[in-house]
């Protein structure tokens, strides 16, 4: 069975500073990994995954992560935090699969707050 | 534009009533999800449908029913509400369930068992 584990649920960081939002995985093979953010009293939306390729993915708002299968990680990194990135922030696994029905597991979340 | 729908945004329900959480999306998916977000748990996985007229459970089924007799529509029912099933829901849609494939998100039903 697979899990996931983010590190830290609150994380605050000073606007401008650099943001890093820790996940790790657990399964006997690497999956597929994800991370969304939820916006107050929205639904969750997808920022970055990573499926095969290149290990470092880069996703919307400038935010990137980066697989690394040693460490069984897909930390979320931004270089710059903006008042705008304070949301709630989901790592989630999915198992490789040939019959593509397998189910997303997520972490508990970390929720981002952005120091003015 | 619409994408995921979800209604009601609110509830609160006294324990034992019932009620049915409706979910419909507009981007012709086939696979169509419900989880439950509780605070510092993440989301869980209540139900799931592959297509219209196929559902199944996933990891918290216990107190819900679902249907689909559509591939827009995937409404979630409370029977016998109890206070353990106070908690935001979650419909969400995918294309085809695989790969990487990217979920589509309704901005959620609160609700309150009282």
């Known amino acids: 069975a697979q899990s996931v584990t983010q590190l830290g649920s609150h994380v605050s960081v000073s606007e401008g500073a650099l943001v890093l939002l820790r996940c790790n995985y657990s399964?006997?093979?690497?999956?597929?990994l994800f991370w969304y953010v939820q916006y107050p009293n929205q639904g969750l939306q997808l920022l970055l995954k990573?499926?095969?390729?290149?290990?470092l993915v880069k996703g919307i708002n400038g935010f990137e992560a980066e697989f690394k299968k040693s460490e069984t990680s897909f930390h979320l990194t931004k270089p710059s935090a903006h008042m705008s990135d304070a949301a709630e922030y989901f790592c989630?696994?999915?198992?490789?699969?040939?019959?593509?029905?397998?189910?997303?597991?997520f972490g508990t979340g970390t929720r981002l707050t952005i120091i003015p | 534009n619409a994408g995921v729908t979800q209604t009601p945004k609110f509830r609160i329900l006294k324990i034992g009533q019932s009620m049915t959480l409706q979910c419909a999306q507009d981007?012709?998916?086939?696979?169509m999800y419900w989880y439950r977000q509780d605070p510092g748990m993440g989301l869980k996985l209540i139900y799931y449908?592959?297509?219209?007229?196929?559902?199944d459970k996933g990891e918290v089924p216990n107190g819900y029913n679902v249907s689909r007799s559509t591939t827009e529509d995937f409404p979630l029912r409370l029977e016998l509400a109890a206070p353990s099933q106070t908690s935001v829901y979650f419909c969400a849609s995918s294309a085809l369930g695989g790969i990487g494939e990217k979920l589509f998100f309704g901005s959620g039903t609160q609700l309150s068992v009282l």
């Open positions: 981007m012709n998916h086939n696979y």
């Open positions: 990573y499926t095969t390729g290149a290990t």
């Open positions: 989630a696994v999915r198992p490789i699969s040939n019959f593509g029905n397998e189910k997303l597991t």
């Open positions: 449908s592959v297509g219209a007229g196929i559902t």
């Open positions: 399964s006997s093979v690497p999956p597929y």
